[in-house]
């Protein structure tokens, strides 16, 4: 979940003074370029701009309404900023339309944005009645209503497993199920209900909504959000410059498990075992910045409690590949 509490000053963005500590390196270079592949809008982006004024930024989202407020806040840096509507795993094809094959920088801020949440009538929120919908793009066909009322019980099931790691996913899909034949589940209050009915009377008063692991699974279905990052991530490693890095905000051990797993892979010697010497071409590309995931502090914690669940990792190239 990328946001910050909502000051005078404006959004501020999660563990802000550690990204801007990580990335610090390579903004400050001549002729430096940075990726925001998770736009937002643009808390990140507006402060690595005003410490870098060499920075060249490109700005990627796929929330219309997230393009529109990112522009206006960036507006100060127009001539400093490339802002692209388009989904992430579309970076390569963004870089090539920008002219810039190789950057200097990536930043990955996942999940849903504070104003997706806030904004009843996009439907991310179980706290809201509003319409299923949870488009981060509002042009694309497929909604959670979609999903929930047209799905096979056992995709419905795989899917709220997989995505919301809830252990009682067959027990709500079927809910789900018998409550569709009767009439088709169009609000996200009554899907929360369903939710809620269909988990045992004990687990509902622990641990915080019984509906949050639903509505998450249904989010990253509909805005196919762990494909997109598997795509992306790699996209972006490969595009930068020896010396350069990635930053990535994961807010679910789904997304943390993935970038480890993707990160892992480039920082690893993968020569063969037994051999006396390491083979160059299988050294590892990158290594590590972050020992683990780091989290945001007790203090931003409490000044954000939506900070809560971040996990920070991060990465240097150390040679091509």
Known sequence: MRSGHIEQSGHVPVMLDRVLELLAPVASAPDAVIVDANLGLGGHAAALLAAHPRLHLIGIDRDPDA???????????????????????????????????????????????????????????????????????????????????????????????????????????????????????????????????????????????????????LRIEVNGELAALERALPAALDALAVGGRVVVLAYHSLEDRLVKRILAARTKDTSPEGLPVPLP????????????????????VTRNPRSASARLRAAERIRQG
């Open 67 to 217: 393009i529109a407020r990112a522009t206006s806040r960036l507006a100060p840096y127009e001539d400093r900023v490339t802002i692209v509507r388009a989904v992430s795993d579309e970076l390569p094809d963004v870089l090539r339309r920008s002219g810039h094959e190789r950057i200097h920088g990536a930043l990955f801020d996942l999940g849903v944005s504070s104003p997706q949440l806030d904004e009843p009538e996009r439907g991310f929120a179980y706290s809201y009645d509003a319409p299923l919908d949870m488009r981060m793009d509002p042009e694309q066909e497929l909604t959670a209503e979609h999903v929930v009322n047209t799905y096979p019980v056992a995709e419905l099931t795989r899917v709220l497993r997989d995505y919301g790691e809830e252990r009682f996913a067959a027990r709500i899909a079927q809910a789900i199920a018998r409550e569709r034949a009767r009439r088709p589940i169009t609000s996200t209050s009554r899907l929360a209900e369903i939710v809620r009915e269909a988990i045992p009377a004990a687990t509902r008063r622990t641990g915080g909504n019984p509906a949050k692991r639903t509505f998450q699974a």
């Open 281 to 300: 071409a299988h050294q590892p590309t990158f290594r590590l910045l972050t020992r683990g995931a780091e989290l945001p502090t007790d203090e931003e």
